[in-house]
């Protein structure tokens, strides 16, 4: 069974742009979480969505938005990127709404690099 | 203010040797406990979930346990493998009017050598 995969692994943009990282979870998984990891404030949670509809929600600007589809892939957008949102994008999937009980599989990341 | 806090920092330990990390918690109301393992430059992996009425749970060579009076828990790792060297964390849930909050700490960094 594939595991969770996050496209594209390394990203390098500049102050000012936008990005999107794509996440594609386990098949048969309907939630998906996603989860910033930096040096020095260590993992965050981003936002988790289920059944396409965002159900919970972690401490972010708005510059942070993402969706689902109906296929359960899941897409994080980032706006007006700052040199402060270089990190280690993590997306974690699961078959049930993620926290709760559920155990979550995670991916290897997108490393994002703000220049 | 919902923290989590783990300790040590860092470890290093004998291969075949036991060792105990640490994790207290000041999340209220509780939901769940959860212990990661993260490899150097991979996503976390699940090693153990557990809820306010469970106080010990095993996943092979990993232990981990919970007292939910003194908001403790605490990852065993049995007969220590090189391959346990990585960051281990630990995550609290909370739920709050609805909304679950998740809070992670910072980690404890164990190399076990040979």
């Known amino acids: 069974k594939a595991g969770v995969t996050q496209t594209p692994r390394y990203l390098i943009k500049t102050r000012g742009q936008q990005v999107t990282l794509s996440c594609s979870p386990i098949s048969g998984h309907r939630s998906v979480s996603w989860y910033q990891q930096t040096p020095g404030q260590g993992l965050q949670f981003l936002f988790e969505y289920f059944s396409e509809t965002q159900r919970n929600k972690g401490n972010f600007p708005g510059r942070f938005s993402g969706r689902q589809f109906s296929n359960s892939r899941s897409e994080m957008n980032v706006s007006t990127l700052e040199l402060g949102d270089s990190a280690l994008y993590l997306c974690a999937s699961s078959p049930g709404l993620a926290l709760s009980n559920q155990p979550q599989h995670f991916g290897d990341g997108t490393r994002l690099s703000i220049l | 203010k919902n923290q989590v806090e783990q300790s040590p920092q860092s470890l290093i330990i004998l291969e075949g040797k036991n060792c105990t990390l640490q994790c207290n918690y000041t999340v209220s109301p509780f939901s769940n406990l959860r212990w990661y393992k993260q490899d150097t430059g991979r996503g976390p992996v699940s090693l153990t979930i557990?809820?306010?009425?469970?106080n010990t749970k095993s996943n092979g060579r990993y232990t981990a346990t919970l007292d939910a009076d003194t908001k403790q828990s605490s990852l065993h790792i049995t007969a220590s493998q090189l391959s346990d060297s990585a960051s281990y964390i630990c995550v609290v849930t909370n739920d709050s009017g609805g909304y679950q909050k998740v809070t992670f700490g910072t980690g404890t960094k164990l190399q076990v050598i040979p």
């Open positions: 557990m809820t306010f009425s469970e």
